[in-house]
């Protein structure tokens, strides 16, 4: 789809969103110059309307914004870049210009994680997720593999509602164990998806 570089004066917007996380890191501004010269270097140039002239992000901290891909909207004058940032985004050190932290969110799960590692800290509380840290890493382990053979025999029947409530039970008890272990579910879904580019990579070759 063609840019459609003379409205707004020429100057466009770019969203510019981290490619693994989907997070939205920033708002610049490009012209048609600082578009094909990101398209040419694969590393972010805007227009700065304050300094008057193009610029690299990056260019002075070495916090480069690695382009993904570039695309313009249905109106085709707002583009969206993604990117792999190199640092942090904001001039002020933030990882984001709205200072939130550039990491993974998995809606609920992450949501999850939260509750599951606010139980482990506060002992005092009489929940089920707290006694099961009291009891130790062997039997938060002994609870993965009881739920998961419930899971393992509702898949036999045909209660579909039964058997999603007991996937539910395995994943919260998964949770549970992961956060024991100090590992949060981002490093899961990295191992699957770097062993998802292995393969890819294998079957490109």
Sequence with gaps: MKIDFNKNGG????IIQDDETKKVLMLGYMNEEAYNITLKSKRVTFFSR???RLWTKGEESGNFLELISIKPDCDRDTLLARVIPSGAVCHKGTD???GEENNDEFGFISTLEKIID???NKP????YTASLFKKGINKIAQKVGEEAIELV????DDDLNLFQNEAADLIYHLL????AKKTGFCDIVNILNNRHLINKNQLDQ
Excluded: Q, Y
């Design 96 to 98: 984001t210009c709205w």
């Design 11 to 14: 100057l466009l917007p770019v």
């Design 176 to 179: 549970i164990l992961l956060n």
């Design 50 to 52: 304050s300094k008057n």
């Design 124 to 127: 005092g509380n009489d929940s």
């Design 118 to 120: 606010d139980r482990k």
């Design 153 to 156: 025999i509702e898949a036999k």
